[in-house]
């Protein structure tokens, strides 16, 4: 079993910057993929970046490419979510999650076994 724990969410204004954390504890981390999901108020959950179990393969979906950054530390158990220039339409209620694949990028929310409660994350205008 494994505990996701997020953190860094917060009020920013428009162009400004935080950074996501996601804590695991109950298993090492370094034999999972890890993804970041997001779902603003009336919306769909959305896809953001995932991450391989040794951190070699990244993916960003293409709304937040060149914004953020998906990264991790295996040592210290730990993804991140680094966000840049931040817009109104980043606000939502983001998630990360953990799948026990080993070496790949996990794209699917359906193959993620493990789901944090969520940071809010709101970008003013």
């Known amino acids: 079993q494994v505990q996701l724990v997020e953190s860094g969410g917060g009020l920013v204004q428009a162009g400004g910057s935080l950074r996501l954390s996601c804590a695991a504890s109950g298993r090492t981390l370094s034999t999972y993929g890890m993804g970041w999901f997001r779902q603003a108020p009336g919306k769909d959950q959305e896809f953001v970046a995932a991450i391989s179990s040794s951190g070699s393969s990244i993916y960003h979906t293409d709304s937040v490419k060149g914004r953020f950054f998906i990264s991790r530390d295996n040592v210290k158990n730990t993804v991140y979510l680094q966000m840049n220039s931040l817009k109104p339409e980043d606000t939502a209620l983001y998630y990360c999650?953990?799948?026990?694949?080993?070496?790949?990028?996990?794209?699917?929310?359906?193959?993620?076994?493990?789901w944090g409660q969520g940071t809010q994350v709101t970008v003013s205008s």
């Open positions: 999650a953990a799948g026990r694949q080993l070496g790949v990028l996990i794209l699917r929310r359906s193959e993620y076994d493990y």
